[in-house]
Nanobody
């Protein structure tokens, strides 16, 4: 089993920044491709960014490209999401997820393990 725990959410003004962290653990955990998703009230969970197992490859949703940066430190079993220039419409619960089935995916259904989420609220 793999456990994922997100942290770093909070309240920030529009234009501000936050850095989310996702710590992975578990007896069977080994580094895998990981992603960040978000879900606003009444909306479906949407892809934000993903990173390859080694960190060499990254991919972003068009809506966050140039403002968000995903990275990882496999020595610490942690994946990060640096979010800059945040907008009120990006208020949501942010989730990290790990996949052991698909090398590159933006689909929530292709991720095997999920964290509990961390709330990000952007005020206008």
């Amino acid at each position: 089993q793999v456990q994922l725990v997100e942290s770093g959410g909070g309240l920030v003004q529009a234009g501000g920044s936050l850095r989310l962290s996702c710590a992975a653990s578990g007896r069977t955990y080994v580094p895998s491709p990981m992603g960040w998703f978000r879900q606003a009230p009444g909306k479906e969970r949407e892809f934000v960014a993903r990173i390859s197992r080694t960190g060499a490859g990254t991919y972003y949703a068009d809506s966050v490209k140039g403002r968000f940066t995903i990275s990882r430190d496999n020595a610490k079993n942690t994946v990060y999401l640096q979010m800059n220039s945040l907008k009120p419409e990006e208020t949501a619960v942010y989730y990290c997820a790990a996949t052991y089935r698909v090398a590159l995916s933006t689909r929530p259904s292709e991720y095997d393990y999920w964290g509990q989420g961390t709330q990000v609220t952007v005020s206008s």
